[in-house]
């Protein structure tokens, strides 16, 4: 059974860089992609992007600037970096992996990790 | 963006009832829509792929329909452990993009 953890900081000062870790078990990155999904307090999902097992990637526009997902196949891991980060980047942080057979939907969750932008 | 509406926004049923879900899309999107189901705290667990494909292990009184534009998930038989808030996804084109969901309250 394919099971993902994020790990991180919980709390991120305005202007600094989020830094998220997914780290996969019981399955191997190799041939999936590998999804950021983030969920404010009280609101809906929102995309944020994927890595393939290869290094490829696909980032929402709406915050392709501030993000970089890098993958880590030695260690079965992929991370997340958010830079120059508000408020507005509250939410509950979640990794995913897609679907294999529809290609699109997210069939494995992590169980998310709040991060808090505060100074 | 596709935008993704959900309607109803919340409801409130009984257990047994049976529930409708209605996702509409602003552009066609074919098949490719997802269904979730989320509770407080946890995150959102798979249910449904290509519109109408149960996933594995979901009970088979949750399915899926619809193609192009409008898309409905059909509780019948309502548990209470149904009661939850339900997303559907649209990965036709990216960025892919999520309903605002709809909470499923106890009556």
């Known amino acids: 059974q394919v099971q993902l953890q994020e790990s991180g900081p919980g709390l991120v000062k305005p202007s600094e860089t989020l830094s998220l870790t997914c780290t996969v078990s019981?399955?191997?990155?190799?041939?999936?992609?590998w999804n950021w999904i983030r969920q404010p307090p009280g609101k809906g999902l929102e995309w944020i992007g994927y890595?393939?097992?290869?290094?490829?990637?696909n980032y929402n526009p709406s915050l392709k600037s501030r993000i970089t997902i890098s993958v880590d196949t030695s260690k079965n891991q992929f991370s997340l970096k958010l830079s120059s980060v508000t408020a507005a980047d509250t939410a509950v942080y979640y990794c995913?992996?897609?679907?294999?057979?529809?290609?699109?939907?997210?069939?494995?969750w992590g169980p998310g990790t709040l991060v808090t932008v505060s100074s | 963006d596709i935008q993704m509406t959900q309607s109803p926004s919340a409801l409130s049923a009984s257990v047994g009832d049976s529930v409708a879900i209605t996702c509409r899309a602003s552009?066609?999107?074919?098949?490719?829509l997802a269904w979730y189901q989320q509770k407080p705290g946890k995150a959102p667990k798979f249910l449904i792929y290509?519109?109408?494909s149960l996933e594995s292990g979901v009970p088979s009184r949750f399915s899926g329909s619809g193609s192009g534009t409008e898309f409905t998930l059909t509780i019948s038989s309502l548990q209470p452990d149904d009661f939850a808030t339900y997303y559907c996804?649209?990965?036709?084109?990216?960025?892919?993009?999520f309903g605002q969901g709809t909470k499923v309250e106890i009556k």
């Open positions: 552009q066609s999107i074919s098949t490719w």
């Open positions: 290509k519109a109408s």
């Open positions: 019981g399955g191997s990155l190799s041939t999936y992609y």
């Open positions: 996804q649209q990965h036709n084109s990216y960025p892919w993009t």
């Open positions: 995913a992996r897609v679907h294999y057979v529809s290609g699109g939907a997210l069939d494995y």
């Open positions: 890595i393939y097992s290869s290094g490829s990637t």
